[in-house]
């Protein structure tokens, strides 16, 4: 599929911030200003389509199909605009609105079609409807619209998106995260898919998942990757549902009137966090104590991370801690060396891939991730020559690239990695990068 082929939408607050930025660096980088003017338009204008019942679809790119994960970051770097553009306003509405649509319909599932058409992903054994794309169970897939939905209400302070179809689908956030906290006796949830090219696309023990231990944390089946996780608490997920349940509490009361759903998530909040600190830290004879990327609350551990957000990389970008927050420092250090296992280093980039990808990539998500949390300047300007350099000449990110031969790369049309990089260019922008570069 063929950028061209969805019906381009020229948004004007956008437009206006592509040439404010791109006239910035086009006598100082033009090749930055070059490949900034193809990305940061390419998620709103090539992968945005308003409906006639007045919500949006979000397309992934190359993937017809929205996922709740990758519409809402695809959409992230254009919400501080929506203030003073009634039309992305009322487009990154419309997506609010279809998401919480789509968690009502289904909260187990990660991927959506536009109309109850009964396309899928694969041929899975789990309870599929005609809505769904692909049912994974991934945490952040309802952490993401929560997400979105604050931040947009910080930026623009219209209260009408707080409708009758978001509270419900506040409510069976909440109500979810609760059943998922223990998995093992609770849950209705099961996935399996007959792959032996692919383990990573099932999970064991009857689709169940590998056995865990009560923690307080939330049972996730999937990573952001979409990838099975090997153990069912995914530490960065579950600091992304502490941060947004904190949202949904302040939504609950200064929206709904709902004493009772605040309380629910505050303490749910409370939990989550309690199992982070408590199972989800490891002492690392060479870095310290550092934050495992998953556990199953009886003492196992996987230590990498992945170049998907939510990931430890961005524990900063996520509100979880702050970026000097020493059991960060720590782990960020990890991350970013050859004692993470999906670490990679190259002639041409060094960064965070993934196993979702072939061996040896990197991708442009955890290099424009990087950037977004570090305060150090001149890392940026470093990270954004390496993404600017390694596009194999089509001026666009990629999924991921082989770090000495960037020709080689999955995904022509991966929108979630153009908008995360236009997002760097405007975060180095504003704090300097120009002038001190």
């Given at each position: 599929?063929?950028?061209?082929t969805?019906?381009?939408?020229?948004?004007?607050?956008?437009?206006?911030?592509?040439?404010?930025?791109a006239?910035r660096?086009?006598?100082?980088?033009?090749?930055?200003?070059?490949?900034?003017?193809?990305?940061y338009?390419?998620?709103?204008?090539?992968?945005?389509?308003?409906?006639a019942?007045?919500?949006?679809f979000v397309?992934?790119?190359?993937?017809?199909?929205m996922?709740?994960?990758?519409?809402?970051?695809?959409?992230?770097?254009?919400?501080?605009?929506?203030?003073?553009?009634p039309?992305?306003?009322?487009?990154?509405r419309?997506?609010?609105r279809?998401?919480?649509q789509y968690?009502?319909?289904?909260?187990?599932?990660n991927?959506?079609?536009?109309?109850?058409?009964?396309?899928?992903?694969?041929?899975?054994?789990?309870?599929?409807?005609?809505w769904?794309?692909?049912?994974?169970?991934?945490?952040?897939?309802l952490c993401?619209?929560?997400q979105?939905?604050?931040?947009?209400?910080?930026?623009t302070g219209?209260?009408?998106?707080?409708?009758?179809t978001?509270?419900a689908?506040?409510?069976r956030?909440?109500?979810?995260?609760?059943?998922?906290?223990?998995h093992?006796?609770?849950?209705p949830?099961?996935?399996?898919?007959d792959?032996?090219?692919?383990?990573?696309?099932t999970?064991?023990?009857?689709?169940?998942?590998?056995?865990?231990?009560?923690?307080?944390?939330?049972w996730?089946?999937?990573?952001?990757?979409?990838?099975?996780?090997?153990?069912?608490?995914?530490?960065?997920?579950?600091?992304?549902a502490?941060?947004?349940l904190?949202h949904?509490?302040?939504?609950a009361?200064?929206?709904?009137?709902?004493p009772?759903?605040?309380a629910?998530?505050?303490?749910l909040?409370?939990?989550?966090?309690?199992g982070?600190?408590?199972?989800?830290?490891?002492e690392?004879?060479?870095?310290?104590?550092?934050?495992?990327y998953?556990?199953?609350?009886?003492?196992?551990?996987?230590?990498?991370?992945?170049?998907?957000?939510?990931?430890?990389?961005s524990?900063?970008?996520?509100?979880?801690?702050?970026?000097?927050?020493?059991?960060?420092q720590r782990?960020?250090?990890?991350v970013?060396?050859?004692d993470?296992?999906?670490?990679?280093?190259g002639?041409?980039?060094r960064?965070?891939?993934?196993?979702?990808?072939?061996a040896?990539?990197?991708?442009p998500?955890a290099?424009?991730?990087q950037?977004l949390?570090?305060?150090?300047?001149?890392e940026?300007?470093?990270l954004?020559?390496?993404?600017v350099?390694t596009?194999?000449?089509t001026?666009?990110m990629?999924e991921?690239?082989h770090?000495?031969?960037?020709e080689?790369?999955?995904?022509?049309?991966?929108a979630?990695?153009?908008?995360l990089?236009?997002e760097?260019?405007?975060?180095?922008?504003?704090?300097g990068?120009l002038e001190r570069g």
């Amino acid at each position: 599929m063929e950028r061209e082929t969805s019906a381009m939408l020229c948004v004007p607050s956008v437009h206006r911030t592509v040439e404010e930025v791109a006239g910035r660096l086009e006598e100082s980088w033009p090749q930055l200003a070059r490949v900034f003017r193809r990305c940061y338009p390419n998620a709103i204008e090539t992968t945005t389509q308003p409906l006639a019942d007045g919500t949006t679809f979000v397309i992934t790119g190359d993937i017809p199909a929205m996922w709740l994960r990758d519409s809402s970051a695809e959409m992230h770097p254009y919400v501080a605009l929506a203030a003073e553009d009634p039309s992305l306003a009322q487009l990154l509405r419309g997506l609010i609105r279809r998401q919480a649509q789509y968690i009502l319909i289904d909260a187990y599932a990660n991927a959506f079609n536009r109309e109850a058409n009964g396309r899928h992903n694969s041929a899975d054994r789990t309870e599929m409807c005609p809505w769904v794309w692909e049912r994974k169970f991934e945490l952040d897939s309802l952490c993401y619209p929560v997400q979105l939905l604050h931040s947009y209400w910080a930026a623009t302070g219209d209260p009408s998106a707080f409708d009758d179809t978001v509270y419900a689908m506040l409510r069976r956030i909440v109500e979810v995260m609760r059943v998922e906290q223990d998995h093992d006796r609770r849950s209705p949830y099961y996935f399996e898919r007959d792959d032996d090219e692919r383990p990573l696309d099932t999970l064991p023990l009857c689709g169940r998942g590998a056995r865990t231990n009560y923690t307080g944390m939330v049972w996730s089946g999937f990573r952001p990757s979409d990838d099975a996780c090997t153990f069912g608490y995914h530490i960065p997920s579950n600091m992304f549902a502490a941060v947004i349940l904190g949202h949904i509490a302040r939504f609950a009361t200064e929206f709904y009137g709902d004493p009772d759903l605040a309380a629910r998530a505050l303490q749910l909040r409370r939990e989550i966090d309690f199992g982070i600190r408590t199972y989800g830290r490891i002492e690392h004879p060479r870095y310290g104590r550092i934050y495992a990327y998953e556990t199953d609350g009886f003492g196992n551990h996987v230590l990498m991370d992945d170049a998907n957000v939510p990931s430890l990389l961005s524990i900063p970008y996520l509100g979880y801690l702050p970026a000097d927050d020493p059991d960060y420092q720590r782990t960020r250090a990890f991350v970013l060396s050859r004692d993470n296992p999906y670490y990679v280093e190259g002639s041409l980039a060094r960064g965070v891939g993934s196993p979702h990808t072939p061996a040896g990539y990197v991708w442009p998500l955890a290099l424009a991730m990087q950037g977004l949390t570090t305060p150090d300047v001149a890392e940026q300007g470093r990270l954004l020559e390496v993404l600017v350099s390694t596009t194999a000449g089509t001026d666009y990110m990629h999924e991921s690239f082989h770090p000495d031969r960037p020709e080689h790369y999955t995904r022509p049309w991966f929108a979630w990695a153009n908008s995360l990089f236009g997002e760097l260019v405007v975060r180095w922008l504003r704090s300097g990068g120009l002038e001190r570069g």
